[in-house]
Every structure is written in C-alpha cells, then in structure tokens.
C-alpha cells in the first residue's frame, strides 16, 4: 500500500472485484478480493480471501496454485515493491487502471465503481467483508 492519510472530509474512491472464473464456458465466477484506489489520499489497496471449497465445488479440477500465483501478482502490483516488474515504476493511478483491465485469465477484474470515503483502508476491509465474506 502506499501513503495512507485520512481527509478531514469524504474524497472520492474507485474499487473493483477480483473474481475467480474458473470455467469460461459456463460464466460462474466468484469474488476472490477488492482493489480500492483513492487519488486524492494516495491509497491503493488490495485483499484477497480464497474459499478452496466454494470454488472447487464449481470447479474440482481447478488449478488453486494458479489461482493462488495470480492474486500474489496482483498484492505485488498494488503494492508496487520490487516483485511488481514494470509495474512498481508506476503511479497508483496508473496500476489501479492496469489492475482493472479487463482480461481473459482465471482471475479477473469486476466492473469500477466509485463512492466517497474518509478512510479508504476502512472501505476495502468494508468491501472484502460484503463482497467476498458475504457479511452485511
């Protein structure tokens, strides 16, 4: 993650699903993690949840190595550390936009939305347990 202030006001932030699609051709995904992005506080961040269980039931011969190998890229990519390759250079803006492009890989992106917020770190933990634990 990066600087992590709080505004004494709600500012604008962008978040996305990341979503497992383990069949192509029956169009089942499930959501695996969220990607907030807040430009006026310079936050991106991401978590991810597997539940193995839930998405072997979709697919049992589902490869979770991949799946787990492909959300590490996305952690090194928001952080933006050295195991991000060309992408750490970047700025959060610029790897918010390359996370959520769409793509045809087992692990995709969601559709952007936007909201306003204080606390963005706040909002993803919110988004992660609504999205991906399925808590009110």
């Known amino acids: 993650m990066t600087n992590i202030r709080t505004a004494s006001e709600p500012t604008v932030f962008e978040y996305a699903t990341l979503r497992v699609v383990p069949r192509v051709e029956r169009g089942e995904t499930m959501n695996v993690g969220v990607v907030v992005y807040c430009r006026a ?30 959300l590490r890229g996305v952690d090194a990519v928001c952080c933006g550390g050295e195991r991000a390759g060309q992408a750490a250079a970047e700025a959060p803006g610029a790897r918010f936009r390359w996370l959520t492009a769409p793509r045809s890989t087992i692990v995709q992106p969601g ?13 993803l933990d919110r988004l992660l347990g609504l999205l991906v634990h399925l808590t009110k």
Do not use: M, Q
């Open 41 to 70: 506080l310079d936050y991106l961040g991401c978590r991810t949840h597997l539940d193995e269980g839930r998405l072997l039931a979709l697919d049992p011969s589902l490869d979770l190595d991949g799946v787990r190998s492909a």
């Open 111 to 123: 559709p952007v939305h936007a909201g306003l917020t204080d606390d963005p770190a706040g909002e």
